[in-house]
């Protein structure tokens, strides 16, 4: 019998790209401009995404939930993404 995997999610384009978000230490200049951590959460989950696939705001929604781990490394929660 061949193991079923359920919820597999990529995470490697991501993952580079949080590290060099952190590297560029991006959260310090969206605190200085008033951002809550929320905020930078969600900014950083929609930026990285789009950045690794770039698509509309649905279709990067999309993939946000079905596909990447993008919410496990940033910490947002993936049932408030949403196209807006």
């Known amino acids: 019998m061949v193991p079923q995997h359920?919820?597999?999610?990529?995470?490697?384009?991501e993952w580079k790209c949080y590290i060099t978000w952190h590297k560029l230490d991006i959260n310090k200049v969206l605190v200085e401009?008033?951002?809550s951590e929320k905020e930078i959460q969600l900014a950083e989950t929609q930026i990285i995404s789009r950045d690794v696939q770039p698509a509309?705001?649905?279709?990067?929604?999309?993939?946000?939930?079905?596909?990447?781990?993008i919410t496990e490394i940033t910490g947002y929660e993936i049932e408030k993404i949403n196209k807006d």
């Open 33 to 35: 401009n008033d951002f």
């Open 56 to 69: 509309t705001e649905l279709a990067t929604s999309q993939w946000i939930k079905e596909n990447s781990a």
């Open 6 to 13: 359920r919820n597999i999610r990529e995470i490697g384009a």
